[in-house]
């Protein structure tokens, strides 16, 4: 049945209300001054999907620096024995490769198992794996269309059932997932790219708040973190024909300069997180304006990725 709510309370919901946002604006103005301290890792269990190269493999070096546990899978066992030996020359770090083709469900399950037996439970996620090929909408074929999303968004699902209920158990954890300013924006030449990127930003909204929501009703808080990311080009090779009209403004970022932003954006457990930062307040302001607007500015721009060959 609906409440009925009497004017009074209605009144009374609606002040207090205005007054929980003016207050959580001032706590984010004082924040701008007085940020928060960034957590510690030291001892977390840190598994990072694609860290054989790019991304994934500077963040397995950068959590493993500073004193976590990390877990490396990758498909490609050649490159993610690399980055074990250059986490094992940093001496003092403890790092494990596991070969791992994510979007095979799996194969996904039998090596958690192994991992939970060999390590123990996972405690930050980083869902980092992913592919990018570029072409016009109707020449991607059908196998292609099926991997770009068994690979960028399928695989986060299955690895998430392998080590969130040990996380929910524990009310400690933190997941972390690669989308990409394709999954804000969408762009030529990546249709199903920018579909599967939307989707892990979908994906990790709702799981949140899904977790927000289920705590609360339990009268507890929820220790379980959630942070996507939103990386606009970064220098690692994915992306094989960038177009950038302004390379002085926007540079390219490396992938060790990204991975530092992805793990401070963790660490203070930031929700969203665009590389650069300004990226999401560039979008939110476009977006109010009217449709013709953002366009103008995207051909301004006149940036973005070429089909490949
Ligand atoms: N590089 C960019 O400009 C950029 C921009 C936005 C978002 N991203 C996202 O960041 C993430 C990392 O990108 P990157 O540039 O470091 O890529 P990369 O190609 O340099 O590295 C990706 C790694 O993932 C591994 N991998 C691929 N398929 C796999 C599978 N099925 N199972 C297990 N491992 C697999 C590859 O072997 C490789 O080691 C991706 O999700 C990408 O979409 C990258
Ligand atoms: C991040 O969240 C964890 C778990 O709730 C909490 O212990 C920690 O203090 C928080 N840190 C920051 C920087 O907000």
């Given at each position: 049945?609906?409440?009925?709510?009497?004017?009074?309370?209605?009144?009374?919901?609606?002040?207090?209300?205005?007054?929980?946002?003016?207050?959580?604006?001032?706590?984010?103005?004082?924040?701008?001054?007085?940020?928060?301290?960034?957590?510690?890792?030291a001892?977390?269990?840190?598994?990072?999907?694609?860290?054989?190269?790019?991304?994934?493999?500077?963040?397995?070096?950068?959590?493993a620096g500073l004193g976590a546990t990390v877990?490396?899978?990758?498909?490609?066992?050649?490159?993610?024995?690399?980055?074990?030996?250059?986490i094992n020359n940093l001496g003092g770090a403890t790092a494990?490769?596991?070969?791992?083709?994510?979007?095979?469900?799996?194969?996904?399950?039998?090596?958690?198992?192994?991992?939970?037996?060999?390590?123990?439970?996972?405690?930050?996620?980083?869902?980092?794996?992913?592919?990018?090929?570029?072409?016009?909408?109707?020449?991607?074929?059908?196998?292609?269309?099926?991997?770009?999303?068994?690979?960028?968004?399928?695989?986060?699902?299955?690895?998430?059932?392998?080590?969130?209920?040990?996380?929910?158990?524990?009310?400690?954890?933190?997941?972390?997932?690669?989308?990409?300013?394709?999954?804000?924006?969408?762009?030529?030449?990546?249709?199903?790219?920018?579909?599967?990127?939307?989707?892990?930003?979908?994906?990790?909204?709702?799981?949140?708040?899904?977790?927000?929501?289920?705590?609360?009703?339990?009268?507890?808080?929820?220790?379980?973190?959630?942070?996507?990311?939103?990386?606009?080009?970064?220098?690692?090779?994915?992306?094989?024909?960038?177009?950038?009209?302004?390379?002085?403004?926007?540079?390219?970022?490396?992938?060790?300069?990204?991975?530092?932003?992805?793990?401070?954006?963790?660490?203070?457990?930031?929700?969203?997180?665009?590389?650069?930062?300004?990226?999401?307040?560039?979008?939110?302001?476009?977006?109010?304006?009217?449709?013709?607007?953002?366009?103008?500015?995207?051909?301004?721009?006149?940036?973005?990725?070429?089909?490949?060959?």
């Amino acid at each position: 049945m609906v409440k009925a709510y009497s004017g009074a309370v209605v009144i009374a919901d609606v002040l207090l209300l205005v007054l929980k946002i003016l207050y959580f604006i001032c706590e984010g103005i004082y924040r701008c001054f007085f940020p928060v301290d960034e957590k510690s890792v030291a001892g977390e269990i840190v598994l990072v999907t694609g860290a054989g190269h790019g991304i994934g493999k500077e963040l397995a070096l950068k959590y493993a620096g500073l004193g976590a546990t990390v877990v490396c899978w990758d498909i490609n066992d050649v490159n993610n024995e690399e980055t074990i030996s250059e986490i094992n020359n940093l001496g003092g770090a403890t790092a494990h490769a596991y070969k791992c083709d994510v979007s095979n469900r799996e194969e996904v399950i039998q090596v958690a198992e192994k991992v939970k037996k060999d390590v123990g439970s996972v405690t930050i996620l980083i869902n980092n794996a992913g592919i990018m090929p570029c072409r016009p909408f109707l020449d991607h074929t059908a196998e292609d269309i099926q991997k770009i999303f068994n690979i960028n968004i399928i695989s986060h699902i299955w690895i998430l059932q392998a080590f969130l209920p040990d996380m929910l158990a524990n009310n400690h954890g933190h997941v972390v997932a690669l989308s990409s300013m394709a999954g804000i924006i969408g762009l030529t030449n990546l249709v199903p790219y920018c579909a599967t990127k939307f989707a892990v930003r979908g994906m990790m909204e709702a799981l949140s708040e899904e977790l927000r929501i289920s705590c609360s009703a339990g009268g507890r808080n929820s220790n379980i973190k959630f942070t996507t990311i939103f990386p606009y080009m970064v220098d690692t090779g994915l992306c094989k024909k960038p177009k950038i009209k302004f390379p002085s403004l926007m540079a390219v970022i490396s992938p060790k300069e990204a991975a530092a932003q992805i793990v401070t954006a963790q660490r203070k457990n930031k929700s969203v997180q665009s590389i650069p930062n300004y990226w999401l307040g560039i979008n939110d302001f476009l977006r109010n304006l009217p449709d013709k607007a953002p366009l103008a500015f995207k051909d301004f721009l006149d940036s973005g990725v070429a089909a490949d060959d």
